[in-house]
């Protein structure tokens, strides 16, 4: 059972576009949403996180956008740079006090100059 | 420097040969993890351990065991290894406060064959 989905498995964008990843989860007791990416042959890394408090929280280039009603939330990368190109996961984590973190299985960016 | 640092970095193995990943970490992380990233699979929680000695499966313990006698290593264990086994494990570690804005720290990986 796949707690949290993302998509779309691979996306290809024009240097300067908006790159926008997908993810959805059913368990309504997830309340912490981050985003990891994992540049080849390196390990995942934390890029950006948002609790349900806020519908919005961006960083830079990199905003996500969270609908709690529809149990959603998405990635957007604002003037995408090749440098961006990586795989980047969702994830959640219910507020039961303990960190399991439930990831969506991958998007896979490239970034064409 | 904030660190978690995964032995061996490549392994190759037999099947039905046992196998030992280490993991260790040196920012006195409660909480730790074992991954295995598969293509198209994202990344598969293995097993989790709160502490020393506090351990809980994940989505797919089978095939698989741990040990955590102290907080800063945590091991993972194959028992006879299967082909099905190859993957790369990543190892991860969090704070373990159980507030709901930690951070995953992950190690570099392990890429397994099991031929």
């Known amino acids: 059972q796949q707690q949290v989905r993302q998509s779309p498995q691979s996306l290809t964008v024009w240097e300067g576009e908006t790159a926008i990843l997908n993810c959805s989860y059913e368990?309504?007791?997830?309340?912490?949403f981050p985003w990891y990416h994992q540049f080849p042959g390196e390990s995942p890394a934390l890029l950006i996180a948002i609790r349900p408090v806020s519908n919005k929280k961006e960083d830079g280039r990199f905003t996500i956008f969270f609908n709690k009603r529809e149990k959603k939330f998405s990635l957007h990368i604002a003037d995408s740079q090749p440098g961006d190109s990586a795989t980047y996961f969702c994830a959640a984590s219910p507020n039961t006090g303990y960190q399991n973190f439930y990831f969506g299985k991958g998007t896979s960016l490239t970034v064409i100059p | 420097d904030m660190k978690v640092t995964q032995m061996p970095r490549y392994l190759i193995k037999r099947m039905g040969e046992n196998v030992l990943l280490e993991c260790g970490q040196d920012m006195s992380h409660e909480t730790m993890y074992w991954y295995r990233q598969d293509p198209g699979l994202g990344l598969q929680l293995i097993y989790i351990?709160?502490?020393?000695?506090?351990?809980s499966e994940g989505d797919i313990p089978k095939g698989y065991r741990v040990s955590r006698k102290k907080r800063e290593h945590f091991s993972l264990i194959l028992d006879s290894a299967k082909t099905n086994q190859t993957s790369v494990y990543f190892c991860?570690?969090?704070?373990?406060?159980?507030?709901?804005?930690?951070?995953?720290?992950f190690g570099h990986g392990t890429k397994l064959s099991v031929l």
């Open positions: 368990d309504s007791t997830f309340d912490y």
């Open positions: 351990s709160y502490d020393v000695d506090s351990n």
């Open positions: 991860a570690s969090s704070l373990g406060t159980g507030t709901t804005n930690e951070r995953l720290f």
